[in-house]
């Protein structure tokens, strides 16, 4: 008996499907798949319209020279596209969430015989179905939320193809994810810790995540081709974002840890494959709190942002085109950062009037900074401070009394004029 099946050619990156109809004639077209699982379901599918003739009278869609596109074939199509023109991160990003959308969204549990779901017969309640069968699974709603972005994406571009005449939008329910950013980075004590915990090599590929801000995938990728050790430059060419190709400086632990590996060409540190979960046991050996190679971009950013580094100058170092994400994300400060910033206050109150008055003003003598602020000394104290027993003509800006009210003079309180609004004619 004839059988049905799917193959490839060294000529085309989709699978080809071959197949029989009702008289014994056999087939043989491009499923315009790459997904395995894709292919099949479209085989499948077509091969339920060449033998049953009242389906295709039904379901015009499902004719050989128009099959119906289904919820699989429509996700493999969206990676297939992506794999053109968008980074390999987002390509194999899209084809994981496109698995779990293939495997809870492939079958109709409101058809009796449980044919594959076709995108023009999915529906709004169908995909909320979706989102409560993630959560069962204990995905989170980020992931999930991830995973409608694909669906949408993959729904827009049937549409564009003719093959879904329905709105996308309208299929996708309201879900909110609250996105909390992670806010590890590595001290350098930590470091310390955890770069016995690996090999020379892993050891080297950590130090080069580190100093060069790079994403994991552009870490892989950086050849020694890329170094200039006469400008002592490391181009990065990344492919995410716009400003991902970017020219940095050698910092001089990469310099000292490359030169002694100087090489003419090949990659330098190559792929890190389970990344992560090598990290994850190298910082619990080390008994410090795991971390991830994005944990790696924003040490490096923090470690910059408490120096005092502005935010655009870190955005461009590690490829982003604003310095949004640094404010929002990579840049995080320590306690030692905010301590020094406190300490640019200008003075310390002191305590003036009797023992019961709660009324306190700013303390201007003693030596001032550079910038004409007083300084504060490790005690708290901003020079030489006023007693309480200070004559009020030395105060120049003594409080006046209206009422039972205290008021702060001249000099204290801003201007108000400095808070008034514009008239809108001017």
């Known amino acids: 008996m004839a059988?049905?099946?799917?193959?490839?050619?060294?000529?085309?990156?989709?699978?080809?499907?071959?197949?029989?109809?009702?008289?014994?004639?056999?087939?043989?077209?491009?499923?315009r798949c790459t997904d395995k699982r894709a292919a099949a379901e479209w085989l499948r599918q077509r091969e339920r319209a060449v033998h049953d003739p009242a389906h295709a009278a039904t379901h015009p869609a499902s004719t050989p020279h128009?099959?119906?596109?289904?919820?699989?074939s429509a996700l493999g199509r969206l990676v297939d596209v992506a794999?053109?023109?968008?980074?390999?991160?987002?390509?194999?990003?899209?084809?994981?969430?496109?698995?779990?959308?293939?495997r809870l969204l492939t079958e109709n549990p409101d058809l009796p015989d449980s044919q594959p779901l076709t995108v023009g017969e999915l529906h709004l309640d169908h995909v909320q179905r979706y989102i409560g069968r993630r959560l069962d699974e204990g995905a989170a709603r980020e992931t999930v939320r991830k995973e409608l972005c694909t669906l949408s994406r993959a729904l827009k571009l049937a549409r564009?193809?003719?093959?879904?005449?329905?709105?996308?939008?309208?299929?996708?329910?309201?879900?909110?994810?609250?996105?909390?950013?992670?806010?590890?980075?590595?001290?350098?004590?930590?470091l310390a810790l955890l770069l016995p915990e690996l090999s020379p090599h892993r050891q080297m590929w950590l130090?080069?995540?580190?100093?060069?801000?790079?994403?994991?995938?552009?870490?892989?990728?950086?050849?020694?081709?890329?170094?200039?050790?006469?400008?002592?430059?490391?181009?990065?060419?990344?492919?995410?974002t716009d400003g991902s190709h970017r020219l940095i400086p050698f910092h001089p632990v990469l310099r000292d840890i490359l030169g002694k590996e100087r090489k003419t060409q090949g990659p330098i540190v190559g792929e890190w494959l389970n990344v992560r979960r090598d990290l994850a046991a190298a910082c619990a050996r080390a008994k410090i709190e795991r971390?991830?190679?994005?944990?790696?971009?924003?040490?490096?950013?923090?470690?910059?942002?408490?120096?005092?580094?502005?935010s655009f100058i870190v955005a461009q170092i590690l490829g982003h085109s604003t310095s949004r994400m640094v404010e929002l994300?990579?840049?995080?400060?320590?306690?030692?950062?905010?301590?020094?910033?406190?300490?640019?206050?200008?003075?310390?109150?002191?305590?003036?009037?009797?023992?019961?008055?709660?009324?306190?003003?700013?303390?201007?003598?003693?030596?001032?900074?550079?910038?004409?602020?007083?300084?504060?000394?490790?005690?708290?104290?901003?020079?030489?401070?006023?007693s309480a027993s200070t004559p009020e003509t030395q105060n120049p800006n003594p409080r006046r009394e209206l009422g039972s009210a205290s008021v702060l003079g001249a000099g204290i309180e801003p201007a108000t004029r400095g808070f008034s609004v514009r008239c809108s004619t001017c």
């Open 3 to 31: 059988q049905t099946r799917l193959f490839k050619t060294a000529k085309s990156p989709y699978w080809q499907a071959e197949y029989y109809d009702r008289l014994g004639n056999r087939h043989r077209d491009s499923t």
């Open 329 to 386: 994300t990579y840049g995080k400060v320590d306690m030692g950062a905010k301590k020094r910033a406190f300490a640019k206050l200008p003075g310390n109150l002191a305590e003036v009037g009797d023992g019961n008055s709660t009324s306190q003003r700013f303390c201007t003598a003693g030596p001032q900074s550079a910038n004409g602020l007083p300084t504060i000394s490790a005690s708290g104290s901003a020079g030489s401070t006023l």
């Open 160 to 190: 564009d193809r003719g093959m879904f005449h329905g709105d996308p939008q309208a299929l996708i329910p309201e879900f909110r994810a609250p996105y909390r950013p992670r806010e590890r980075f590595l001290t350098t004590d930590e």
């Open 207 to 240: 130090l080069v995540a580190i100093y060069s801000g790079g994403r994991d995938g552009e870490v892989d990728r950086l050849c020694w081709e890329h170094l200039d050790w006469r400008n002592e430059t490391i181009r990065i060419e990344g492919t995410k």
């Open 66 to 72: 128009k099959p119906s596109h289904s919820i699989a």
């Open 291 to 310: 971390i991830s190679p994005n944990d790696l971009r924003r040490t490096l950013a923090s470690w910059l942002k408490q120096q005092g580094e502005d």
């Open 83 to 102: 794999s053109t023109n968008l980074s390999p991160g987002t390509v194999r990003m899209y084809a994981e969430k496109g698995g779990h959308l293939v």
